[in-house]
């Protein structure tokens, strides 16, 4: 198969080229290449390698009335995702042992759309876990430093973390950490959106963060910071980076779109944790090597009401990720194409993913960059069609996505296959 006449998009630049795939990889890129199978028109539109949402929380099997594979793998085909790995939670069980990690293997293989990776816990006393989830495949562990909000996956400790890291560290694998810390978390003073947000301050967030990088450097363990909020944050990081240690961080499009202020506007449907910070640090964001959705849906109701105490935290957005960057036009497109495909296939050992070139897969976004739109609920394609972005500006209307060069349809279960890399200060956006 030829796509033919496209401009392809990687993260060494843009340029007008054919590519040509056999099986499920690609087998040439360049001009006027020759072919006499199936073609696919791409004048005027670009191709992007397929997105790689690195942070969903698909949560099956257990809590498939807040989300499920089918339709969360559906909605990020949609918008030009081709891969995806899953969180230990909110599935139940949580995937903290081998055996729940092979119910959600099977739920896995069974429905989803794309392929998929899965990311093990780290939670108080599954430390002889950790190695058989490696042996099983799992792309690297999660952890809490602060409660997770569900019971069944409690905060890891400073023993936990610390010894975690040591195995963590010996297996070659790596540690995601949701980075607040609890001694700093504040009771709210009342039910409001401000309450909130003061509740969950920016110190919370940089002691975390410089703990967790004290333990890698200890410990000799990977590390990288899920959705990072603060330009504090990203600073720690960058300096550990530059001091050679093994970091890195993602943040994700809330926070570069949304401030403190907009909480009340948007409602309850945009609360999460870490919450929107101010305008310098949503700047700073812009400069971050990862961005990635943390699509963390649940029902409508329990996103509703005006008690911000009581409303569940979490982001419905993974469909529109690349679309709204693209809107927002601080990323070039060689920028958008690195943070949400390249910088994450090669940070977690994707190898022969986030890239367009001779022998990856052929993983694939052809879209239309002409057109403007915003976030339509019924253009939503999630369990629960609702998102804190509907409104929100679009650009890029998808036409095909392909995943292994083939209709998105049956994904397949993809383990690390290369160790995780760096890519740290070798990437400083100016956004
Ligand atoms: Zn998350």
Same mark, same amino acid.
């Given at each position: 198969m030829?796509?033919?006449g496209?401009?392809?998009?990687?993260?060494?630049?843009?340029?007008?080229a054919?590519i040509?795939i056999?099986g499920d990889?690609? !087998?040439?890129?360049?001009l006027? +290449?020759?072919?006499d199978?199936?073609?696919i028109?791409?004048t005027g539109l670009?191709?992007?390698?397929g997105?790689?949402?690195?942070?969903?929380?698909f949560?099956?099997?257990?809590?498939? #009335?807040w #989300?499920d594979?089918?339709?969360?793998s559906?909605a990020?085909?949609a918008?030009?995702y081709t891969?995806f =790995?899953?969180?230990?939670?909110n599935n139940?069980?949580?995937?903290?042992d081998?055996?729940?990690?092979?119910l959600k +293997?099977?739920a896995?293989k069974?429905s989803?759309?794309?392929d998929?990776g899965l990311w093990?816990? +780290?939670?108080?006393?599954?430390?002889?876990?950790?190695e058989?989830l490696?042996q099983r495949?799992?792309?690297?562990f999660?952890?809490f430093?602060c409660p997770?909000?569900?019971?069944?996956?409690p905060?890891?400790?400073?023993r936990t973390?610390?010894?975690g890291?040591?195995r =963590?560290?010996a297996l070659g694998s790596?540690?995601l950490?949701?980075a607040?810390d609890?001694s700093?978390? +504040? #009771?709210?003073?009342?039910?409001? /959106?401000?309450?909130? =947000?003061r509740?969950?301050?920016h110190v919370a967030?940089?002691?975390a963060?410089?703990?967790?990088i004290e333990?890698?450097?200890a410990?000799?363990?990977?590390?990288h910071?899920v959705?990072?909020s603060?330009a504090?944050?990203?600073?720690l990081?960058?300096?550990?980076?530059?001091?050679?240690l093994?970091?890195?961080? $993602?943040?994700?499009p809330h926070?570069l779109?949304y401030?403190?202020e907009d909480?009340?506007r948007?409602?309850?449907?945009a609360?999460? /944790?870490?919450p929107f910070?101010?305008?310098s640090?949503?700047?700073a964001?812009w400069t971050a $090597?990862m961005?990635?959705s943390? *699509?963390s849906?649940s029902t409508l109701d329990?996103?509703?009401?005006d008690?911000?105490?009581?409303?569940?935290?979490?982001i419905?957005g993974?469909?529109?990720t690349r679309q709204?960057?693209?809107a927002?036009d601080r990323?070039d497109?060689?920028?958008?194409?690195a !943070?949400?495909?390249t910088?994450?296939?090669?940070r977690f050992g994707?190898?022969g993913k986030?890239?367009i070139?001779?022998a990856?897969?052929?993983?694939?976004?052809?879209?239309?960059?002409s057109? /403007?739109?915003i976030?339509r609920?019924e253009?939503?394609?999630?369990r629960?069609?609702?998102s804190? *972005?509907?409104?929100?500006?679009?650009?890029g209307?998808?036409i095909?996505?392909?995943?292994g060069?083939?209709?998105?349809?049956?994904?397949?279960f993809i383990?690390p296959q290369?160790?995780?890399r760096?890519q740290?200060?070798a990437?400083?956006?100016?956004g």
């Open positions: 030829i796509i033919r496209g401009t392809v998009v990687t993260d060494r630049g843009v340029e007008k054919d040509a056999a990889q690609i !087998v040439a890129v360049g006027n +290449l020759a072919g199978g199936e073609e028109d791409a670009h191709v992007f390698p997105g790689i949402d690195s942070h969903v929380h949560n099956e099997p257990g809590r498939t #009335e #989300e594979i089918a339709h969360g559906a990020l085909a918008g030009g891969t =790995i899953d969180m230990p939670l139940l069980p949580v995937t903290t081998v055996a729940a990690f092979d +293997l099977e896995m069974r989803s759309k794309i998929f093990g816990g +780290l939670v108080p006393g599954n430390l002889n876990q950790l058989p490696v495949g799992v792309m690297g999660k952890a430093m997770s909000g569900i019971d069944e996956f905060a890891a400790n400073q973390l610390r010894e890291m040591k =963590i560290a790596i540690l950490v949701h607040e609890p700093r978390l +504040l #009771e709210p003073k009342g039910s409001s /959106a401000m309450d909130f =947000i509740s969950r301050p967030e940089r002691a963060i410089a703990q967790a333990l890698a450097d410990t000799g363990c990977r590390l910071v959705h990072v603060t504090w944050g990203l600073k990081i960058r300096e550990a980076q530059q001091k050679g093994d970091v890195s961080g $993602e943040t994700c926070y779109l401030e403190e909480l009340q948007l409602g309850g449907a609360k999460c /944790a870490p910070r101010t305008a640090d949503r700047r964001l $090597e961005i990635v943390d *699509h849906p329990l996103k509703s009401g008690d911000f105490t009581k409303i569940w935290g979490g419905s993974c469909q529109s709204l960057l693209l927002q990323l497109l060689p920028e958008v194409a !943070v949400t495909a910088n994450i296939a090669r994707l190898e986030g890239d070139a001779t990856f897969d052929a993983d694939l976004w052809i879209v239309d960059l057109g /403007a739109d976030v609920r253009d939503l394609l999630y629960n069609a609702f804190a *972005h509907e409104g929100q500006r679009i650009r209307r998808t095909k996505t392909l995943v060069g083939a209709e998105p349809g049956s994904g397949r383990r290369g160790p995780p760096n740290g200060a990437y400083d956006f100016v």
